[in-house]
């Protein structure tokens, strides 16, 4: 018992002395706080004394002569002292987590790992506070004046958006994310101190040094340094496509702008209306606009509509913060308090009189702002979206954007991707994995036995068009590995891998160049930006070409097709007669219908046979009021006010002005209006009823409802957007099927054989059995200029693999 009384008392000892430790550093750092003249020599080479101004920011402590707790970060080179935090920051607790100290967890809160977030080391005696880094309206743009608005930064934001050491190599998208909102916060706080206008601040902040600041203590590893090696192969994530840019056009890479971003403080903030008024609702904009009577085009197919969303989820995918916790999004800005509000928080209100949302006591529709993008340096300047896949037409949707998912969907024998055979027995062919993993992630499932597909990207599952497609496109990546095995049977699994994926993107390229962009933009509107493919049409690579993503393509111009969609889908039989219609809401994230027999097929057929709506301003009631209805429930989410909302988010100008840069007539009076003919009268009508000013009319809305051009699906405006970012996809990408001067591009021979690719034969060679399909399934049939033809038939041209059989050298013995 005394031996038990002799280790109590111990333990008692030595929890007082810890104790007395931690109130021993308290009272120091306590005592340091104030001192704003502070001042001491730095030690670097050139002793260059640090302004008070500067260093009050962080205040340096003697540390006391006992070991340090070891959640207190402490200097690399100078053990002996530490920062306290800026004393505008949150209060400790807010910052560190402090444990209580037992008998049973002294040994571990002493001197035990902890797994603790990063804390920058924001050491001020390795910068040269006082270099001039950027001239600028007759002031000098310091170090010290980064440092400063870093540290601000940190002090305000550190409470959401946590950090990753620079040192790591593995960064994901939320942590590139986190860095990109400090560095519009010091953007920010820039901006404010010199007044910047919106051109100085995406012209001129961008070019200040930033690795000379504090900065490059947010700056992820692969926004700083890259390494491009040339192998013939073009990279997963897009990096070093343009080697002079590694960045342009890459996976995880920001949006650009064709203008410069509108911002209320022309970095971050949305913007408003003219006079500093309020924009209209966005709710209230897709009711009164975009509501109306629905009219089927005369010719496009569904067909066209599902390859159209296809080529924007291979080029676009923005993401909303998660809340690590819940991984899901954040969801509580309706109704959370101001101080509680994720700062991404963008939910707008609804109005008492909405013909839908006030009968069920809705009044606030969450919604949040994209997750930013650090650019390649981690350069300063206005606030710009995160692109998840790369921006080229690469098949993202089936291969992934990052190396992880590529390899987990590889086969990795025969150069094949990972399927399944669940209707073998049926005789049909192999379809996607299924995701398995987080298998509530991307759809919506009926029971624990049923799971979404997995692919390159999860919105696979979001409606059945996605998932045909994308059926498809890897059902043809696995038969051209098949036959290039046969042809070449020396190949490792590398190389016929990345052959077929490099045939399977060409194949693809040609499809939406030489069928689909015709139709979008018309023949005068191809011709004037050299987007034609005929043979010997291609001028070459242009390195000078950013191929990164628009953000008025992304966030308006491709959107378009939304007016397109119809409000059901329709299953046809292999004679082409109409089997049943499925209402669209009912599919959405329900890809499982696929799953019976003969299905794919059937909706394939009805896609080639069902028209689309027209491109108007009027869109169905199914993307309006239920975009992703949960069952049982009487409404979703409303698609076109997330549109405007969206427009609003990215900074994006209102529709006047991409007329006047598209060098077309503008009008800024509403009487004008009529006369110049942009719009129809009645959408003229509705959109004065809601917005104050012309020059406020959201270019979604703007583009959507102008009158087409004669060749054209679109107008003169949307046009001018597409042909601009198809243009620098084509001209900007070093991988283009036609460029033949890089090594392992295609031979001129290989490229004529790519050039015989169709939709039509894609469906017939990748379908299940599909026995007739129209020359151009991307319009509508008809018996003398789009007669339906047999699969079997040579009028639709296959592509010859035999160009790519290789020669294997015996050596002389």
């Not at 919604?367 to 340096?377: A, D, Y």
Request: hydrophobic share 35%; net charge neutral; with cysteine.
């Amino acid at each position: 018992a005394s031996q038990m009384n002799m280790e109590d008392k111990l333990s008692h000892l030595v929890i007082v002395a810890a104790r007395l430790l931690f109130l021993v550093t308290a009272i120091a750092i306590s005592k340091s706080v104030g001192k704003e003249d502070f001042q001491y020599e730095a030690v670097h080479p050139q002793h260059v004394q640090i302004p008070s101004r500067v260093y009050s920011q962080y205040h340096r402590v003697p540390a006391p002569a006992l070991p340090l707790p070891p959640y207190l970060p402490s200097y690399p080179n100078n053990p002996s002292y530490v920062f306290a935090p800026p004393k505008h920051a949150p209060p400790p607790e807010a910052i560190v987590e402090f444990t209580e100290i037992t008998a049973e967890n002294i040994k571990d809160v002493l001197f035990g790992e902890h797994k603790k977030p990063y804390i920058p080391r924001f050491d001020l005696r390795y910068y040269k506070n006082e270099e001039c880094l950027l001239h600028l309206k007759g002031y000098c743009v310091t170090v010290g004046d980064i440092n400063d608005a870093v540290l601000t930064a940190y002090s305000k934001l550190n409470k959401w958006f946590s950090l990753k050491s620079p040192d790591e190599s593995k960064w994901n998208l939320a942590d590139i994310g986190n860095s990109a909102e400090y560095l519009v916060e010091v953007s920010t706080l820039l901006a404010d101190k010199y007044q910047l206008s919106p051109a100085e601040v995406t012209s001129a902040l961008p070019l200040i040094d930033t690795s000379k600041t504090m900065v490059k203590e947010l700056c992820p590893r692969p926004m700083s340094t890259t390494n491009c090696k040339e192998n013939g192969y073009r990279k997963i994530d897009s990096w070093c496509n343009n080697p002079e840019h590694p960045d342009w056009g890459a996976s995880m890479s920001a949006y650009v702008w064709m203008l410069p971003p509108e911002y209320s403080n022309n970095v971050n903030t949305p913007k408003r209306g003219y006079g500093d008024l309020s924009l209209p609702n966005p709710r209230r904009v897709s009711s009164t606009v975009h509501r109306g009577a629905n009219y089927r085009d005369a010719a496009i197919t569904n067909m066209f509509v599902s390859l159209g969303q296809f080529v924007d989820h291979d080029m676009i995918f923005s993401s909303i913060p998660i809340d690590p916790k819940t991984h899901s999004p954040f969801d509580n800005c309706c109704s959370a308090r101001e101080e509680d509000k994720h700062p991404s928080c963008y939910e707008y209100h609804v109005d008492s009189s909405d013909y839908l949302y006030s009968r069920f006591g809705k009044s606030c529709e969450s919604f949040l702002r994209l997750v930013p993008s650090t650019s390649f340096g981690c350069k300063l300047g206005a606030r710009a979206a995160i692109n998840r896949p790369s921006s080229y037409l690469d098949l993202n949707t089936i291969y992934g954007s990052d190396e992880g998912t590529a390899r987990k969907l590889r086969a990795l024998v025969g150069g094949k991707m990972k399927t399944t055979s669940p209707l073998k027995h049926y005789g049909l062919k192999d379809v996607l994995p299924f995701q398995l993993e987080n298998p509530d992630s991307a759809c919506i499932r009926p029971n624990k036995n049923t799971f979404c597909f997995l692919a390159g990207d999860n919105r696979v599952n979001e409606n059945v068009g996605m998932g045909v497609l994308t059926i498809l496109f890897v059902r043809q990546h696995n038969a051209l590995a098949e036959q290039l095995h046969h042809l070449n049977p020396h190949w490792d699994d590398e190389k016929l891998y990345q052959t077929t994926r490099h045939i399977n993107i060409g194949i693809l390229q040609h499809i939406v160049y030489n069928e689909f962009l015709p139709i979008l933009l018309g023949e005068t509107v191809m011709k004037q930006h050299r987007l034609f493919t005929d043979y010997g049409s291609y001028s070459g690579y242009d390195a000078n070409q950013n191929a990164g993503i628009l953000a008025e393509f992304a966030a308006a111009a491709l959107r378009v097709g939304h007016t397109l969609v119809p409000t059901f889908i329709e299953r046809r039989d292999k004679n082409h007669n109409l089997i049943v219609a499925h209402r669209l809401s009912s599919l959405l994230r329900r890809p499982f219908s696929m799953m019976n027999p003969g299905y794919i097929d059937q909706y394939i057929l009805g896609f080639v046979n069902q028209l689309s709506y027209a491109a108007d301003e009027s869109v169905t009631s199914e993307l309006r009021d239920h975009l992703f209805q949960k069952d049982g429930a009487i409404f979703g989410h409303d698609l076109i006010a997330s549109n405007i909302q969206r427009g609003r988010d990215v900074g994006l100008r209102g529709f006047m002005e991409y007329r006047k840069t598209c060098g077309l007539p503008v009008s800024y009076d509403w009487s004008d209006l009529y006369y110049q003919n942009i719009f129809p009268n009645e959408t003229i009508a509705k959109l004065r009823s809601i917005y104050q000013y012309v020059g406020d009319i959201d270019l979604w809305s703007g583009g959507v409802s102008e009158r087409p051009l004669p060749d054209a699906l679109v107008g003169p405006t949307f046009a001018c957007i597409l042909a601009t970012q198809f243009t620098r996809i084509r001209y900007g990408d070093r991988y283009w099927y036609e460029n033949l001067n890089y090594y392992g591009a295609f031979t001129s021979d290989q490229l004529k054989e790519i050039q015989k690719s169709s939709m039509a034969a894609v469906i017939c060679d990748h379908s299940d059995d599909i026995a007739t399909v129209q020359k151009w399934p991307l319009i509508y049939y008809d018996y003398y200029t789009n007669p339906r033809l047999s699969c079997r038939s040579h009028d639709i041209p296959r592509i010859n693999l035999a160009y790519w059989k290789e020669d294997v050298k015996i050596p002389y013995l």
